[in-house]
């Protein structure tokens, strides 16, 4: 088992930026794949980016590629999201999970039901 809590989610302007943090406690985080997901109301939750064992291979949508950056510290069993050139359609509730994987090149994971663990989100609102 492995439990997810996120945190650094919050209200910015257009523009900004911010850096949710996802602390893993459970059982060895190093050899999960993780990723970020988020869900605007009304919508259906969407890959954001995804991040192998050692972090060595990402995986980013298009709608936020070049703006936003994935990255994990294994040593402290937390994963990041930094997020820059905030826009008010990046407005969602911003959720970390993870799945285990025998494989460290493994990354690509982007469906929901591909994911095992799951945080319990965190509100990310971007003003105009």
């Known amino acids: 088992q492995v439990q997810l809590v996120e945190s650094g989610g919050g209200l910015v302007q257009a523009g900004g930026s911010l850096r949710l943090s996802c602390a893993a406690s459970g059982r060895t985080f190093s050899s999960y794949v993780m990723g970020w997901f988020r869900q605007a109301p009304g919508k259906e939750r969407e890959i954001v980016a995804t991040i192998s064992w050692t972090g060595g291979r990402t995986y980013y949508a298009d709608s936020v590629k070049g703006r936003f950056t994935i990255s994990r510290d294994n040593a402290k069993n937390t994963g990041y999201l930094q997020m820059n050139s905030l826009k008010p359609e990046d407005t969602a509730v911003y959720y970390c999970?993870?799945?285990?994987?025998?494989?460290?090149?493994?990354?690509?994971?982007?469906?929901?039901?591909?994911?095992?663990?799951w945080g319990q989100g965190t509100q990310v609102t971007v003003s105009s």
């Open positions: 999970a993870a799945r285990s994987t025998p494989y460290s090149g493994s990354y690509r994971y982007t469906d929901v039901s591909d994911y095992n663990y």
